[in-house]
T-cell receptor, first 115, second 113 residues
Framework: NAGVTQTPKFRILKIGQSMTLQCTQD?????MYWYRQDPGMGLKLIYY???????DKGEVPNGYNVSRSTTEDFPLRLELAAPSQTSVYFC??????????????FGSGTQLSVL | AQSVTQLDSHVSVSEGTPVLLRCNYS??????LFWYVQHPNKGLQLLLK??????LVKGINGFEAEFKKSETSFHLTKPSAHMSDAAEYFC???????????FGGGTRVLVKP
């Protein structure tokens, strides 16, 4: 069982570069999420999706874009990387809404540094 | 609005002694509450959840948490710490509307032999 798979695990970007963080899940989950984790701050929701073709902003969406063309994949795009985007990024999924009592399944994270 | 405060950023215990991780929350609605654990270089894993059933919730690996509405708390405990419990723990509150989960800042647990 692969669960939620994120790539890459580590990446260093220069200011102004762009990149896509990949996320795929094989559990046929409807909901997918992108979080960022800054030290001592817990996780902040960037974007989420309730199904293929539907995405919505979370708490901290500025500087990011997402798409959900299939149920399995939910890539996160950084267009013009800034030092403030240095963080650890987690993708997660759930069958139904994680805001009720639904368990979230997390990927192992992507450590991104913007220098 | 909802918020979560984890009262200790770091907790150090000796192996075999009890562990207590404190969490206070605020929520406009009857909340669902969760504890997640994150081992080094891993994603978060659900330990347990409270969803308005029994106030004492048992989770995996011997952890349990008690929901106390009067104190707006959801503290996590384990009677006897094991070396494998060394990790970061997150208290999470949710409300049904808006797909919104709010994470606490995390408590890093160190277990000494």
């Amino acid at each position: 069982n692969a669960g939620v798979t994120q790539t890459p695990k580590f990446r260093i970007l220069k200011i102004g570069q762009s990149m896509t963080l990949q996320c795929t899940q094989d559990m046929n989950h409807n909901y997918m999420y992108w979080y960022r984790q800054d030290p001592g701050m817990g996780l902040k929701l960037i974007y989420y999706s309730v199904g293929a073709g539907i995405t919505d902003k979370g708490e901290v969406p500025n500087g990011y874009n997402v798409s959900r063309s299939t149920t399995e994949d939910f890539p996160l795009r950084l267009e013009l990387a800034a030092p403030s985007q240095t963080s650890v990024y987690f993708c997660a999924s759930s069958k139904f809404s994680g805001a009720t009592n639904e368990k979230l399944f997390f990927g192992s994270g992507t450590q991104l540094s913007v220098l | 609005a909802q918020s979560v405060t984890q009262l200790d950023s770091h907790v150090s215990v000796s192996e075999g002694t009890p562990v207590l991780l404190r969490c206070n929350y605020s929520s406009s609605y009857s909340p669902s509450l969760f504890w997640y654990v994150q081992h080094p270089n891993k994603g978060l894993q659900l330990l347990l959840k409270y969803t308005s059933a029994a106030t004492l919730v048992k989770g995996i690996n011997g952890f349990e948490a008690e929901f106390k509405k009067s104190e707006t708390s959801f503290h996590l405990t384990k009677p006897s710490a094991h070396m494998s419990d060394a990790a970061e723990y997150f208290c999470v509150v949710s409300q049904a509307a808006g797909n919104k989960l709010t994470f606490g800042g995390g408590t890093r647990v160190l277990v000494k032999p």
